[in-house]
């Protein structure tokens, strides 16, 4: 489970068996318990969320948008 980012508590990372086939490129975030699923493409957004209210997942979405050059390259060099 590599871990992309640590922001503020959370933490950013993806699965290493992510399906067969493999899915489209995403994010997870973890804290306290709680996890969100986000797809990067054709925009951020949500794809599943377990108990993140409305307004972190709308924070979430801006620290993904913000890195999301990072996230994908991460994801590029481990699944190559």
Known sequence: MPVILR????????YANEGNPREPIHIHVRRDGMEAKFWLTPQVRIAYNEGFDARMQRALIAVIEANVNLIE??????FA
């Open 7 to 14: 922001h503020e508590g959370f933490k950013f990372f993806f």
């Open 73 to 78: 390259r991460k994801w590029d060099e481990f």
